[in-house]
């Protein structure tokens, strides 16, 4: 079964106030950016690129949330954040089709250069991986890899067509995906974003981000004419491999997987556990701001004191936010039967810890109108 909803969640009053000083911040430093171009001294205008950021960012957030036949449970929250445009799509589906009701699927796509192919990618990939007959109850990890590349390569070749017809050559889209069988958990990753498994507290995988300056991945781009610099490819792109991205994928005679920017995922399988509680997949905007340690302890914390995982999601990305990203952000967050659970003890520290930061924000405002009363110029005191 699987239920919906979208719109925004409120996020708790802490971290609004954390997050409104942010923005002020980070508001004050792109204000003063010029529009329509510089005017040079012969009475010419220079063009100026427009800011790929908002003046202030854009907080409402998507959300959705859903459950499996096998006691799976997820969670989805995006927002748009600085970002001027909103890159990233998501997949969720809990459960697959007829004989395979107990596989799940989940993916986020990061987009760059537009949200076109990220959106294509969105909607076609999951379709390709299955067509190729490799994924079925039998549950063989080699053929599920085999799929997985496959589904990729397949992908990449129609959405060239697509991007030539119209025009989005430039485009491209990282995925971080994760397949979820009864005895299996695969994990297919293209690109920057990343997902992170956790067993018993502590993170037991987490897949590996494909960056330019990674030495195999330099090698490739080198072997394929490119260059690396400031840690992008022909400093320009900062991820290596991606769906799309077709201005990096012309060098002649050599095949998709050995261009600059490869669209081969890095497949990977761990055999499911009793232990397992939680897995994450997110794009950059999340991982940038905070490590894989950093992000199962907060999660792990969080869910001892709420039941809902939309809200655990929401506070992730508030976290963020108020560290600093300035992307969009999108996190998937599912759970497995062993994830902890609800804590009285959990639940009272936070209540008193609450209550604590009300005290002080309400004695630091009392003492500031006090201040305020005292040194005005028509106080009594002198």
């Not at 909803?5 to 409120?10: I, T």
């Not at 991982?287 to 894989?292: H, T």
């Not at 976290?319 to 599912?334: A, F, P, Q, R």
Request: aromatic letters at 8%; a negative charge; hydrophobic letters at 35%.
């Amino acid at each position: 079964m699987r239920t919906a909803r979208k719109g925004s969640v409120e996020m708790p009053a802490f971290f609004r106030q954390l997050v409104k000083e942010t923005e002020k911040r980070v508001s004050s430093f792109f204000k003063g950016g010029g529009h329509g171009g510089a005017e040079h001294t012969d009475g010419e205008r220079e063009e100026v690129i427009p800011s790929p950021y908002l003046d202030r960012p854009i907080l409402d957030k998507l959300t959705e949330e859903g459950c499996s036949c096998w006691g799976l449970t997820y969670a989805l929250c995006s927002m748009q954040g600085w970002r001027a445009n909103m890159e990233d799509y998501h997949n969720c589906v809990p459960q697959l089709g007829t004989g395979l009701a107990d596989w799940s699927f989940f993916a986020v796509f990061d987009g760059h250069a537009g949200n076109q192919v990220a959106q294509y990618v969105s909607q076609h990939l999951l379709d390709q991986v299955l067509a190729t007959g490799g994924i079925g109850p039998e549950d063989h990890p080699d053929r599920v890899r085999g799929s997985f590349t496959d589904g990729f390569l397949h992908t990449d070749k129609h959405l060239l067509t697509a991007a030539r017809r119209e025009g989005w050559e430039r485009g491209g889209t990282t995925v971080t995906s994760t397949l979820i069988s009864p005895r299996y958990i695969y994990f297919a990753n293209c690109g920057d974003s990343r997902a992170m498994l956790c067993q018993a507290g502590q993170v037991c995988f987490s897949t590996e981000d494909h960056k330019p300056y990674s030495p195999l991945e330099r090698e490739r781009i080198e072997s394929a004419g490119g260059s690396v610099s400031l840690q992008r490819i022909n400093g320009s792109l900062a991820v290596s491999r991606a769906l799309g991205d077709f201005n990096y994928k012309g060098t002649v005679n050599r095949p998709p997987t050995q261009q600059m920017v490869s669209p081969e995922p890095e497949v990977c399988v761990v055999e499911r556990s009793p232990g397992d509680e939680f897995l994450v997949l997110a794009c950059d905007g999340v991982w940038d701001m905070v490590s894989n340690e950093e992000l199962c302890a907060f999660i792990q914390s969080r869910l001892r004191v709420c039941t809902d995982l939309r809200d655990v999601c929401s506070q992730v990305i508030d976290l963020c936010l108020y560290k600093g990203s300035l992307d969009n952000i999108s996190i998937i967050l599912v759970c497995f039967p062993g994830a902890p659970q609800l804590s009285a003890e959990a639940i009272h520290q936070e209540a008193e810890l609450e209550d604590l930061l009300e005290s002080k924000v309400a004695g630091a405002v009392m003492w500031r109108l006090l201040s305020a009363y005292l040194y005005s110029p028509t106080s009594v005191y002198p």
